[in-house]
Every structure is written in C-alpha cells, then in structure tokens.
C-alpha cells in the first residue's frame, strides 16, 4: 500500500477516533469547570463532585445500581459458564434451538425484551423492583457471557479434555483442575463485561424498575431530560470511569494467553 | 459417566428452564397479547382479535414507521460509510498498535450509550461548545439551532452505534485472505475491480450483521430522540414506551413490538443467506 | 499374565450407515511396538480410541491383559495417550502436567515428587519442571506429554501421530529416541502414522489398514518385501506392476509374459493357465545399463531415459520401455562407479534380478 494511502487511512482513523471520544473528553473536562451555565473554560475546581457526594439519594441509587451489578454479573457469569460448557463439550436434543435462542437473544432490541420482562412479571406477579431488576439483568447478560467464553472455548484443543480423563481425571477434577481454571480470563472478562452491561443499562431497567428501587442509569436519565447540569457532569465522568476501567480490563483478560 | 450425567443434566436444565422462562415464555406472552382485545381493567382481555394489528395500519403509526425507519436507514448509511473505511483502515494498521487501537474501539462498545448521548447535548446545545467553538472563529454569527432536530438525533445515533458497525466489519475484512487480492492483482485486475469483485463480495457478512446491529437500535434508542430530539421526534421506541408506559395499551404495544420482531427476523433470514454465499461466520 | 496385552477380536465399528472398522482381528504382545499403517481414513486412529475407552466398538470384543474391556471407561484403563497435538495443560507447569494422574489418585506428594523427576528424567526434561508448555520447544512439549503419559507405568502406551507436528529433523531425532524409550521401558507401544518410513523404520511389527479392514500384519520386512495384496504393495514403497497371464505352472515355478519376453518364477502358490497374476518390483530391484556397459542383452529391455531425480545416495529414474510403460527404477551410487550419470533421451538397457520379483494373484 502506498505511503499516500497510509496517511490518508491514519487521518481517518484520527478524526474517526475523535468523533467518538472528543464528545467524553470534553464532559470530562466541564465537570471540572468552575461555572454553572457556561461551557467556556472558567477554571479548575472540585466543587460539582462535592456537590455530588452530599447528594445521598443519589448515593443509594448508586449503591443499588452497585448491588444489582455485582450479583446480576455473578450470577450471569455462573449461568453462562455452565451454559458455554455444556454447549462445548456435550450434544443433546435442542442444541441448535438454544444456541438460536442464545443469537436471537443478542440481535434483539432491549426494547422488545423490556416489554415482554414487563409482561412477564405483571402476570407472574414479580413485583417490580429490585428482584424484576435482577432476573431481567441475568436475562440480558446470560449471552454476553456464554458468548465470552465459548470464544474462548474454542480455542482449547479438544483432545486437552480427552488427555486428562485419560491420566484418570474425573468429570469432577476435569471441570475444577482443567476446564475452570483454562477458562478463567474468559470468565473474569464475562464477570466485568455482565457488571458493566447492568451498571449502564437503561433500556430494559425502565420497564421492569419500580419506585422502590431506584438505579443509577435511570436517574441520570431523568436528570438528563431537564438539560445539561455541571453535578450531572461529574457524575457521568465518574461512572464512565468506572465502566472504563472494567471494560479495559475485562479486555486484557480475554487477550491475556488468547494464542496458549 | 455417572457424575458427567449430573453435571450435564444440572447444567442443561438450568439454563433451559431459565431461557424457557425469561425468553420463551415472555416473548409468547408478548404475541399473545398482542392478539387480545385492551381492556381497561385487567389491561387486555379475551376475545381475541387482530385490531391490534390493523390498527398499526392507522395513518399515524405508518406516519410514525416510516419516519423510524427512514431516520434508521439513514443512520445506518452513514454508520456504514464511516465505518466500512474505518475498518478497512483499521486492517492496514501496525500490527503493534492495533490490539490497543481495537480496545479503543470497544470500550464505546460497552460504556453507557446514556452517557455519551448526554455528552452530545453538551456539544451541541445553543450554547454549547460546538456554537461557542464556531463563533469564535467567526465562522457563523448566530447560533445553529442543532439541539432538538433531526439532525441531532441522527448524530446521537450515528455516534452511539457507530462502534457496532465497525467491529462486525473489521471481524470480516481481517479475515481476509490477503493472497487473493495478491492474486487479483498478479491477474491484473485494478483495484476497484479488486474492490467491487473480491473485498465487497466477502466482505458482505459483516455489512449485514453491522447493519442489523445499527438499524434495530435505531429505531428503538427511544432516550435518543428523547434527550436530543424534543418531543418532535417519535421513533418506532417511543411509540411502545408510550403505548406501555403512558397509554397502558399494552395490547397495541405488544403488536407494535411483534412487528419490530418480524422486522429482526427479516434481516436474520438476509443475513443467513448472505452467509451461505459466501460461506463465512460471524457471530458466536 | 496373559499371552496378549490387548486383544481384539472381530471388533466392527459403524459411525451411522458407514463401516468405519471391518471384522478387525489383532493381538498384541507384551513389550512390543506396534504400528498402525494406514491412510487417512482408514481406521487407524479409531481403533486407537477404541483402545483407549474413547470410542466403543459397535460389534466384537476388546481384551485388555485377558479381561474384556468393552464397557471399562476410560480412566479406568491401564492405558495412556500421547495425542498428536500433545495436549499439555497450558496452565500447568510441567511438573504440575506430568504429576496430574499421580494428583488425580491423591496420592501423597512425597510419593509424587520422586516419580515425576524419575519420568523427567527419562525424557531428559528434569532441569525444565517448572517451565509452562508454552516456554518448550515443540520436541520438549512431546517429551512431556511422554513423560505425563507413562508416569503411571501404563501396560500400554498409545501414540497418536505423535511426531507429525515436528520438522523433518527433529522428527528423525524422535524416532530414535522413541525407539529407546520403549526398549528402556518395557512397555507396549502402539503407533499410530500415516507415514511408511516412520512405520518401517520403528516397529517390532506393523499392521496396514486400508477402508477399516486390516490389509496385513507383519514385520517391517515382511511388510516390504511380500505384500500380501497390491494395496499393501502400493502403499508401502514405490512399486512396479506389470499385469500379465500365467502361460503355465510347473515344478513350483509360473510361466508369464512381460512385455514381450517369456519368464519363469518360483511361486509356492500354484496357478492355472490363464490366471491373472501381478509381477511387482521395487525400483532397487531394476538394474540400469549403458549401451556400452553390456554385451549379451538376453533377459533385457530396452528403453529410453525419460526423468532422472536426483536424491543424493541414489538416483531415481524413469524408463520408458518400448511399449510405453514407464518403469521406475532405482540406483545406488556406488564409490567405485562413477559413471552414474545419465542423460535425458540417453538409450539404455533394463533388468530385474531373478528372485526378487513378487506374485500376487489379479484383485478385481
């Protein structure tokens, strides 16, 4: 390819980067501005973050959000790793009915699947807090997850399960002292990306969420609604952030030994 | 063989009953609700009906779908004209950079797309940086009223899914086996004959599969329009939030969704069928 | 202790309508090496499953050291697998791979640590325990996965192509040190290839599969130089095959017509006239001459030079004989010959040495 070419691609790999990252940067940088209404440079200062922190509805709803990320993620993570296993390793009746499921699952607006959640609660009486939260949370990152470590699945040479119950390794060893701990970047990495999906989701939270458990994502959105607020700012660097962090990590995780 | 049994069976029935459960079971609740009649009481009820359906026929729903999907297929243009050169590019890149260049490109994937909606507004606002930016420089005198159009809710759009047309591309074009196109050449072909005869042929998996990323969303982002498009701009999203949340005819919500449904299905059997030409696969 | 380590008897196998194995009938010795001959396809690595416990068969029984282990599972079998991509545990370390089954039977790791040193040592791996798998090279990742494979004094040893994801040299290397290693052990190796040389070169006897049926079993030797069909023929070494009539059979000797010259070989097996047989030479058995070289050219064929493939010790030609055929031939260099040297075109003269020639009945 010609240097021509080479430059013209890596400029338009720049500018592209910096539509998607600028609109962040520059947030980032107005939960720091010292002023209220204006987006011109006015000074350094703390005090929307301070704000924040004396804002303790805002911290319970953190805290759920928190909460309902964590054992969302655990769960899901739990779910999905069997799940992948057993798609790997075993053949049974319906196999490609549920690897459908698990595709349809991923292509399908949240919309559709928030509606239905909701309707699904309502009629099996789940009242709508933080219990319809965490089944829909579950739901939504189960193929996420099962999808993380097939992936990774995949790349493990089948006869490695075949060598160890051949030097005599029960399904039991086989699963805790080969297939777990061989899986475990991809299961760490499905852990952090099922946290970060719930942390950040809104689309299906604002059907299935009640008055009694308040979220994070849904707060912020109906801040959102009455405009651009410098607290608001502060909060949203904060949980990008957060998602940053584990999204980057998650990453490394599922690089980590990928060609092993 | 006796603990492979348990296990396999624990591990099946579960994630069975769960999907069962939180899939099946909802989604077929969903069709059938939307064949009921609404009911102010119990919220739909018995006989039932296809009105749900031929009411979306209505002049203000075929108003609505249409401007939901010709705001969504415009989003998935540009989508796809900024992405497929971004991920052909990407493909040429140095090998040492790429890895972190891809992590880049991720992490949009995966953080609040709420959040980076909001971040529009701070930009394009009446006073916001992208205004106060182009007055300073003199370029305009009067500020773009860009806030609240549809102009916004494209670039909402386009901004937040751009990363999803993107990776199902570069997951394509890097697969691509470089000796065709050597091969291509070492024939003579130019490269636009290389271009239209070998890389867009292969590469139409992954336009697919992006475009069905893109344009499912697109018309069901409803916080999109919502935040940057004033009450003006109604996507096929808003409708059901509405019809659920506001109207409580979850009936006529039901079939609106079964429709976005059939719509996924539609563009499921292309893209199945655009994998068996080219005998490649994309997801899972 | 029973005759035969394994034995098999009138095992069939069938994946869904396909006859994957037919009526295969084997019995292996203690001690000894064993290898499976055969395409790809053919069965081989098949029976080694089934040997194995990985695969049952659909018809027919599997002893193992005299008792029948049809239904034992595959843990439960004092057999072990080297498998052809060597299936180390990525995430162990060497030691930790190679004390796996010893761990597996809880024994106490005062008793481990010995053992996994003494087979490391073995294999010349000890200063290495604590490397990862991915930290070897490829011919330590198959000295481990030896080693992690016969740590449990195993009756037999199970080798699944073991040497084809190595190069040329190393391969050479590891065939003699396998070699080694089974005389050293005392224990039963069974060897998979698709490769007759390694198969030739390595085993106490090899058994040639072709389409899941056993073609022959026999030693190297035996195997080389009397095929019991023309598939074992063709498969095992270059060959000629001239198809002829037998003219007559007498005094254990067949008459027969080869490109226009009568012949008469010894044959223990007696014909009629009329029979269809097969004469097979190797291209060692084909002598080349120069037209200056020879005066009484009796017994000979004329032909002319149509390749000649330079191999280093020896020369491979093509010659093409009157009628057509092109007979391969191959010649050695010898020290005090130097006149090996042929041109493309070149006339020259052809003979077989009596003796060397194999019959083998016409195969429809």
Request: glycine share 6%.
């Amino acid at each position: 390819m010609s240097k021509n070419q080479n430059k013209l691609g890596n400029c338009f790999l720049g500018s592209t980067y910096a539509f998607l990252y600028l609109p962040i940067l520059i947030l980032i940088a107005l939960s720091f501005n010292n002023a209220r209404y204006s987006t011109t440079w006015h000074g350094f200062s703390w005090q929307w973050y301070s704000l924040l922190f004396q804002d303790t509805d805002l911290w319970i709803s953190a805290l759920h959000s928190l909460v309902l990320g964590v054992t969302a993620g655990c769960i899901s993570t739990l779910l999905g790793t069997l799940a992948a296993i057993a798609l790997f390793r075993f053949k049974f009746q319906g196999k490609s009915l549920l690897q459908g499921l698990i595709f349809v699952l991923i292509v399908i607006p949240d919309i559709v699947l928030g509606i239905a959640l909701l309707m699904l609660f309502s009629k099996i009486q789940v009242p709508l807090g933080f219990f319809s939260l965490l089944l829909a949370h579950i739901t939504f990152c189960l193929p996420f997850v099962i999808v993380t470590i097939f992936g990774r699945m995949t790349h493990i040479d089948k006869n490695i399960f075949e060598a160890a119950k051949d030097l005599g390794a029960s399904e039991f060893i086989i699963f805790f002292k080969v297939t777990i701990p061989m899986l475990l970047p991809a299961i760490i990495a499905g852990l952090l990306l099922s946290f970060t999906l719930s942390f950040d989701d809104v689309m299906i939270s604002y059907f299935v969420s009640g008055p009694s458990f308040e979220i994070l994502p849904l707060k912020i959105f109906a801040m959102a609604k009455l405009g651009i607020k410098p607290e608001l700012n502060a909060l949203c660097t904060i949980i990008f952030l957060i998602t940053i962090v584990t999204t980057f990590s998650a990453q490394l995780f599922l690089r980590k030994n990928k060609h092993a | 063989m006796k603990h492979n049994n348990y296990f396999k069976v624990f591990t099946l029935t579960s994630i069975w009953a769960w999907l069962s459960i939180f899939v099946l079971l909802s989604f077929c609740m969903t069709l059938i609700a939307s064949l009921l009649t609404p009911n102010e009481q119990t919220i739909f009820s018995l006989p039932f009906t296809l009105s749900n359906y031929t009411q979306l026929f209505n002049l203000i729903y075929v108003k609505i779908f249409l401007k939901s999907l010709y705001l969504a297929l415009l989003c998935t243009s540009i989508c796809l004209l900024l992405g497929y050169p971004f991920a052909y590019f990407l493909t040429k890149t140095n090998e040492k950079y790429r890895e972190f260049l891809l992590i880049l490109l991720i992490i949009p994937f995966w953080t609040s797309s709420l959040i980076r909606t909001y971040a529009i507004i701070a930009i394009i606002k009446t006073k916001g940086v992208l205004n106060t930016l182009l007055i300073s420089l003199g370029i305009i005198h009067h500020p773009l009223q860009l806030l609240f159009t549809n102009t916004a809710v494209i670039i909402g759009l386009v901004y937040n899914l751009l990363p999803f047309m993107i990776l199902p591309l570069y997951a394509n074009l890097e697969k691509h086996d470089q000796s065709l196109i050597e091969a291509a050449k070492d024939l003579g072909a130019t490269k636009f004959t290389i271009f239209k005869r070998i890389t867009l042929p292969l590469s139409m998996p992954g336009i697919i599969s992006g475009a069905i990323l893109v344009i499912l969303p697109s018309m069901t982002l409803f916080y999109i329009p919502d935040l940057l498009g004033g009450a003006k701009s109604l996507l096929l999203g808003n409708l059901i939030e509405y019809q659920f949340l506001t109207a409580h005819n979850w009936s006529q919500g039901s079939a609106t969704s079964m429709l976005l449904t059939l719509l996924m299905g539609l563009l499921l059997i292309v893209y199945w069928h655009s994998m068996k030409k080219t005998n490649t696969k994309e997801f899972s | 202790m029973t005759d035969y380590v394994i034995e098999l008897q009138d095992i069939n196998k069938r994946f869904h309508d396909q006859h994957v194995l037919n009526n295969i009938n084997l019995q292996i010795k203690h001690g000894e090496f064993l290898t499976l001959l055969g395409p790809s396809g053919c069965g081989k690595t098949t029976i080694l499953r089934m040997i194995s416990g990985f695969e049952q068969p659909t018809h027919g029984q599997l002893l193992i050291d005299g008792k029948n282990a049809n239904n034992l599972i595959a843990e439960a079998r004092n057999v072990h697998t080297v498998f052809q991509s060597f299936a180390l545990f990525p995430h162990m370390t060497v030691y930790e791979n190679v004390a796996f089954s010893l761990r597996c039977q809880k024994l106490p790791e005062t008793e481990i640590k010995p053992r996994v040193f003494e087979a490391l040592q073995i294999v010349k791996l000890a200063d290495f325990a604590q490397r990862k798998p991915a930290q070897l090279s490829g011919g330590q990742q198959q000295r481990v996965a030896i080693a992690r494979a016969i740590i449990n004094r195993p009756l037999v040893l199970l080798l699944d192509e073991p040497l084809s994801s190595l190069d040329y040299r190393l391969r050479k290397s590891m065939q003699v040190e396998l070699k080694q290693l089974q005389r050293k052990l005392g224990i039963t190796f069974i060897f998979v290839t698709h490769d007759q040389e390694e198969a030739l070169s390595m085993s106490d006897r090899v058994v040639v599969l072709h389409d899941g049926q056993i073609q022959q079993i026999g030693k190297p030797r035996e195997v080389y130089e009397n095929p019991a069909n023309l598939t074992v023929a063709k498969f095992i070494g270059e060959v000629n095959i001239f198809p002829t009539t037998v003219i007559a059979y007498q005094n254990n000797a067949i008459t027969v017509e080869i490109e226009g010259q009568v012949h008469s070989y010894k044959s223990k097996k007696a014909y009629l006239p009329e029979d269809k047989v097969n004469i097979l030479l190797r291209p060692e058995d084909i002598r080349v001459y120069d037209t200056t070289e020879v005066d009484d050219t009796n017994d000979m064929y004329p032909g002319i030079i149509e390749e000649v493939i330079y191999k280093g010790t020896t020369v491979d030609l093509m010659v093409k004989l009157n009628s057509g055929k092109v007979i391969h031939a191959m010649e050695f260099f010898d020290e005090d010959d130097d006149s090996l040297v042929y041109t493309l075109g070149e006339k020259v003269w052809i003979q077989w040495i009596r003796g060397w020639e194999v019959i083998l009945p016409h195969e429809a």
